[in-house]
């Protein structure tokens, strides 16, 4: 006999403390049917899930909502404003059909101050009590049944990284969206105040046309500063301010005894609860926690086990990422090399290869970082560490007005900024984020490398210092690195007393149980890195790279082109007299079309070794002995190719280094070489550090296409090093110098030329507005350093 099933949908919200396991849950409810935006008007990500349930006939077509972690439904901002309004229905989503709560089952009273505050919101609510089997460890016994009974909500055991409970968790859900009944609120204040929370919600209902939650008028009135508050202002006139001007007095309430008064009467009522629903066994030893939490919180020994834990993580992203990245970046090649065969030089070809697939190698290529990066993060979080290493930097970066969390991210920023930017995810306040994320930039990435290489090894004498333990070189390169934390936290300073001025929450950070990481969530988190990062931030990449190429392409000139033609062909035909001359040397009875069709002389020619070897070697003699005089032609045939060959990769060089100084981008180089001059550069240092904008290690290649040596060279490149040193202006001056170099470093340390950089502070931020902030403050604050060095090294005799 068959049963229909009747097939609904429904709307859910998922919300608890941080570091309660809700990530995990929602992971654990959803799989990979998850999907992310940004709530509008706001930089919190917006994070959504489906899953199915069936119980009875009724199957229900579940989206969850993970909203932010949250101890407090009060707002004092926009983005804190997001955990009430997507109760109360303020969203495009509606209001939720029901409340999936999670707590820490082993630290039940500071969740149930948010709990008390979730039963005001007037909907069907279910308690989750995760990390269950931790809670037993400990000794805590909690009767269900009584906390069920208490609340008036289903109350559900589980522990969300092993997957237990999770059957009993979606048949509550079932049942509970079958018979929705919204439990009755549980905190009551004096009756001054309860009278005051009524006129004010009539007040609000006559003139706002809508009933708001016992919630939300409870945040009005206790939260003097509320976001809330001010949205209210925006929507009434001046009436409202009158009303609430005269409400406190009317009803003898001061403002700051509402502030003390509501954490008592909750904090309060939850330890009534606890003692009415929990039984705690005495241990008799001291949980093993405890002493793992005197060394990884001691001043010294934990300093030194963070610096290990964070050697790990750097050394990943720096050196452990390089052969998958090394690895992409030789597919992106072999790509570029054989489309290249495919297509035909020109404008299609040079878009195609050096702008789209450029482009989109230059977003592949972080991707080992990023993967990696983020599963230490998860990991570390999941273990519950990272709340450990928080609290030990907190002190040495608050001066600045940034927490400890802010650490993390600018670590591992010195690998790449990318992920260091997307890992400021962990940092709860905006304000703190946001300015961690304008200087994450400043930190030396992996990029800077190449160019502080080629200036140091050419440029820097290599004297050694303190009786040979250090060389100036090392010295330097150190210099470069601890220049941008030195510049960092000032501009941290500076940022949070004027741009994201506002008050600088205490830290307080709550100490998670240890757990071992779920390998699901730390492969669900590097998962959906990749996959944001690729798809938010690959787009703006890909548009600015054929930006960038178009600027370096056009306006194309024929007479460049033609010119360079007719040289390839004064190049060819010399050749071709110069083979003829060698034949009629060696057969003067044969012709050069006799002699290339004739097979011995062929297969000898296309099997002699590369590089050719030198005639006074033994292979050379033994070849010779074998073959005679048609050995030596080959030889010389090849030898002549090589020098032919080689010749017009040199004219090719010419030629690409003469189009792009007839760019856009060369003419705009040549155009501001008057305002770089300062710096002491020239224009052809201008124009490469143009070129560089959309990544720095670009300018070792322009380099290479300036001195006509080809964009394939590196920073170890000798030919490079030379043509550089030897460069001279027309009165005999060298282009480069140490102070020249030094300039070129300060200005690189410090500048913000990364497209990948700006296009994911744009998507973390949710605004080209900050991603515009950070190139101009950045550049200015490069110019300027760089100007003091080469200005004050000038001065100074150097």
Same mark, same amino acid.
């Given at each position: 006999?068959?049963?229909?099933?009747?097939?609904?949908?429904?709307?859910?919200?998922?919300?608890?403390?941080?570091?309660?396991?809700?990530?995990?849950?929602?992971?654990?409810?959803?799989?990979?049917?998850?999907?992310?935006?940004?709530?509008?008007?706001?930089?919190?990500?917006?994070?959504?899930?489906?899953?199915?349930?069936?119980?009875?006939?009724?199957?229900?077509?579940?989206?969850?909502?993970?909203? +932010?972690?949250?101890?407090?439904?009060?707002?004092?901002? +926009?983005?804190?404003?997001?955990?009430?309004?997507?109760?109360?229905?303020?969203?495009?989503?509606?209001?939720?059909?029901?409340?999936?709560?999670?707590?820490?089952?082993?630290?039940?009273?500071?969740?149930?101050?948010?709990?008390?505050? %979730?039963?005001?919101?007037?909907?069907?609510?279910?308690?989750?009590?995760?990390?269950?089997?931790?809670?037993?460890?400990?000794?805590?016994?909690?009767?269900?049944?009584?906390?069920?009974?208490?609340?008036?909500?289903?109350?559900?055991?589980?522990?969300?990284?092993?997957?237990?409970?999770?059957?009993?968790?979606?048949?509550? @859900?079932?049942?509970?969206? /079958?018979?929705?009944?919204?439990?009755?609120?549980?905190?009551?204040?004096?009756?001054? @105040?309860?009278?005051?929370?009524?006129?004010?919600? $009539?007040?609000?209902?006559?003139?706002?046309?809508?009933?708001?939650? &016992?919630?939300?008028?409870?945040?009005?009135?206790?939260?003097?500063?509320?976001?809330?508050?001010? &949205?209210?202002?925006?929507?009434?006139?001046?009436?409202?301010?009158?009303?609430?001007?005269?409400?406190?007095?009317?009803?003898?309430?001061?403002?700051?005894?509402?502030?003390?008064?509501?954490?008592?009467?909750?904090?309060?009522?939850?330890?009534?609860?606890?003692?009415?629903?929990?039984?705690?066994?005495?241990?008799?030893?001291?949980?093993?926690?405890?002493?793992?939490?005197?060394?990884?919180?001691? +001043?010294?020994?934990?300093?030194?086990?963070?610096?290990?834990?964070?050697?790990?993580?750097? /050394?990943?992203?720096?050196?452990?990422?390089?052969?998958?990245?090394?690895?992409?970046?030789?597919?992106?090649?072999?790509?570029?090399?054989? =489309?290249?065969?495919?297509?035909?030089?020109?404008?299609?070809?040079?878009?195609?290869?050096?702008?789209?697939?450029?482009?989109?190698?230059?977003?592949?290529?972080?991707?080992?970082?990023?993967?990696?990066?983020?599963?230490?993060?998860?990991?570390?979080?999941?273990?519950?560490?990272?709340?450990?290493?928080?609290?030990?930097?907190?002190?040495?970066?608050?001066? !600045?007005?940034?927490?400890?969390?802010?650490?993390?991210?600018?670590?591992?920023?010195? !690998?790449?900024?990318?992920?260091?930017?997307?890992?400021?995810?962990?940092?709860?306040?905006?304000?703190?984020?946001?300015?961690?994320?304008?200087?994450?930039? %400043?930190?030396?990435?992996?990029?800077?490398?190449?160019?502080?290489?080629?200036?140091? #090894?050419?440029?820097? +004498?290599?004297?050694?210092?303190?009786?040979?333990?250090?060389?100036? /070189?090392?010295?330097?390169?150190?210099?470069?690195?601890?220049?941008?934390?030195?510049? !960092?936290?000032?501009?941290?300073?500076?940022?949070?007393?004027?741009?994201?001025?506002?008050?600088?929450?205490?830290?307080?950070?709550?100490?998670?149980?240890?757990?071992?990481?779920?390998?699901?969530?730390?492969?669900?988190?590097?998962?959906?890195?990749?996959?944001?990062?690729?798809?938010?931030?690959?787009?703006?990449?890909?548009?600015?790279?054929?930006?960038?190429?178009?600027?370096?392409?056009?306006?194309?000139?024929?007479? @460049?082109?033609?010119?360079?033609?007719?040289?390839? =062909?004064?190049?060819?035909?010399?050749?071709?007299?110069?083979?003829?001359?060698?034949?009629?040397?060696?057969?003067?009875?044969?012709?050069?079309?006799?002699?290339?069709?004739?097979?011995?002389?062929?297969?000898?020619?296309?099997?002699?070794?590369?590089?050719?070897?030198?005639?006074?070697?033994?292979?050379?003699?033994?070849? %010779?002995?074998?073959?005679?005089?048609?050995?030596?032609?080959?030889?010389?045939?090849?030898?002549?190719?090589?020098?032919?060959?080689?010749?017009?990769? $040199?004219?090719?060089?010419?030629?690409? #280094?003469?189009?792009?100084?007839?760019?856009?981008?060369? &003419?705009?180089?040549?155009?501001?070489?008057?305002?770089?001059?300062?710096?002491?550069?020239?224009?052809?240092?201008?124009?490469?550090?143009?070129?560089?904008?959309?990544?720095?290690?670009? @300018?070792?290649?322009?380099?290479?296409?300036?001195?006509?040596?080809?964009?394939?060279?590196?920073?170890?490149?000798?030919?490079?090093?030379? #043509?550089?040193?030897?460069? &001279?202006?027309?009165?005999?001056?060298?282009?480069?110098?140490?102070?020249?170099?030094?300039? =070129?470093?300060?200005?690189?340390?410090?500048?913000?030329?990364?497209? !990948?950089?700006?296009?994911?502070?744009?998507?973390?931020?949710?605004?080209?507005?900050?991603?515009?902030?950070?190139?101009?403050?950045?550049?200015?604050?490069?110019?300027? #350093?760089?100007?003091?060095?080469?200005?004050?090294?000038?001065?100074?005799?150097?």
């Amino acid at each position: 006999m068959s049963v229909s099933i009747t097939k609904k949908e429904a709307y859910i919200a998922l919300i608890g403390n941080p570091n309660v396991g809700k990530t995990t849950l929602f992971n654990a409810l959803t799989g990979l049917q998850q999907k992310t935006g940004n709530f509008a008007g706001v930089t919190v990500e917006k994070k959504f899930g489906k899953f199915t349930v069936e119980d009875k006939g009724s199957k229900y077509h579940c989206q969850i909502l993970d909203l +932010p972690g949250t101890y407090s439904l009060s707002a004092s901002a +926009p983005d804190e404003m997001i955990a009430i309004d997507s109760l109360m229905g303020r969203w495009q989503e509606g209001r939720p059909d029901l409340i999936l709560a999670i707590v820490d089952a082993s630290n039940l009273e500071r969740n149930l101050y948010l709990i008390s505050q %979730l039963l005001e919101c007037h909907l069907p609510l279910i308690l989750a009590l995760n990390m269950y089997d931790l809670a037993q460890k400990k000794g805590i016994e909690i009767h269900l049944e009584t906390l069920a009974q208490t609340l008036h909500c289903p109350v559900v055991p589980v522990v969300a990284n092993k997957r237990k409970g999770l059957e009993k968790l979606r048949n509550t @859900i079932v049942q509970t969206l /079958q018979s929705p009944s919204s439990p009755p609120y549980s905190i009551r204040f004096p009756e001054n @105040i309860e009278n005051a929370l009524s006129e004010l919600d $009539e007040y609000l209902q006559q003139n706002l046309n809508c009933k708001l939650s &016992r919630a939300e008028i409870v945040r009005l009135l206790i939260d003097p500063d509320s976001y809330l508050k001010q &949205r209210l202002e925006q929507q009434l006139d001046e009436d409202f301010q009158k009303f609430w001007e005269n409400l406190l007095p009317k009803y003898q309430i001061q403002p700051e005894e509402l502030l003390t008064l509501e954490p008592e009467l909750r904090y309060q009522w939850a330890q009534n609860l606890i003692s009415q629903c929990t039984q705690i066994h005495p241990q008799t030893h001291p949980p093993l926690s405890e002493k793992v939490d005197k060394i990884l919180t001691h +001043p010294f020994w934990g300093l030194g086990v963070f610096l290990i834990v964070m050697g790990l993580v750097f /050394q990943s992203i720096f050196q452990w990422a390089t052969p998958l990245m090394d690895w992409l970046d030789a597919q992106i090649s072999l790509l570029s090399s054989w =489309i290249s065969t495919l297509l035909p030089s020109g404008p299609l070809q040079s878009l195609i290869v050096d702008g789209v697939i450029a482009g989109i190698g230059s977003v592949i290529v972080f991707l080992p970082q990023i993967v990696i990066l983020f599963m230490f993060i998860s990991i570390l979080e999941d273990c519950g560490y990272m709340a450990r290493a928080a609290f030990l930097m907190d002190k040495l970066m608050s001066w !600045a007005g940034i927490s400890g969390h802010s650490f993390v991210p600018m670590l591992s920023s010195f !690998a790449c900024a990318v992920p260091g930017i997307m890992a400021t995810r962990t940092i709860e306040n905006r304000r703190d984020r946001f300015t961690t994320i304008l200087i994450a930039p %400043l930190m030396s990435c992996s990029a800077r490398l190449p160019v502080y290489v080629i200036m140091i #090894a050419t440029f820097i +004498p290599p004297i050694y210092l303190w009786n040979g333990w250090i060389s100036l /070189q090392s010295l330097t390169l150190f210099a470069m690195y601890l220049l941008g934390i030195c510049v !960092a936290l000032p501009v941290a300073w500076v940022l949070k007393k004027t741009l994201l001025k506002g008050k600088t929450p205490p830290f307080i950070m709550e100490m998670p149980s240890y757990k071992i990481p779920d390998y699901r969530t730390v492969g669900m988190q590097m998962y959906k890195s990749a996959k944001s990062f690729l798809l938010r931030a690959g787009s703006i990449i890909l548009a600015m790279s054929v930006l960038i190429w178009a600027c370096t392409y056009f306006p194309r000139s024929s007479q @460049i082109d033609q010119l360079y033609h007719q040289k390839q =062909i004064q190049l060819k035909q010399k050749f071709h007299t110069q083979r003829k001359q060698l034949l009629k040397h060696h057969f003067p009875h044969l012709s050069l079309q006799q002699i290339q069709t004739n097979p011995t002389f062929t297969n000898l020619y296309q099997q002699l070794p590369q590089p050719l070897p030198p005639k006074n070697s033994t292979t050379y003699q033994t070849l %010779l002995n074998q073959h005679g005089p048609t050995f030596s032609l080959a030889y010389e045939f090849k030898q002549l190719e090589n020098k032919y060959n080689q010749k017009i990769k $040199e004219l090719e060089n010419q030629k690409n #280094a003469a189009h792009l100084k007839n760019s856009f981008l060369g &003419r705009a180089g040549q155009f501001l070489a008057p305002a770089f001059q300062p710096l002491g550069w020239d224009w052809k240092i201008t124009m490469a550090t143009l070129a560089s904008f959309p990544a720095r290690e670009v @300018i070792i290649s322009t380099l290479g296409i300036i001195y006509q040596l080809g964009a394939d060279v590196d920073e170890g490149s000798q030919n490079l090093r030379q #043509a550089m040193q030897n460069d &001279r202006y027309p009165n005999g001056k060298p282009v480069f110098s140490a102070l020249v170099a030094l300039s =070129i470093m300060v200005f690189f340390a410090l500048c913000c030329q990364c497209m !990948a950089t700006l296009a994911i502070i744009t998507k973390e931020t949710g605004s080209f507005y900050w991603a515009a902030l950070a190139f101009v403050y950045m550049t200015t604050l490069a110019y300027l #350093a760089a100007l003091v060095v080469y200005q004050g090294g000038t001065l100074w005799g150097f």
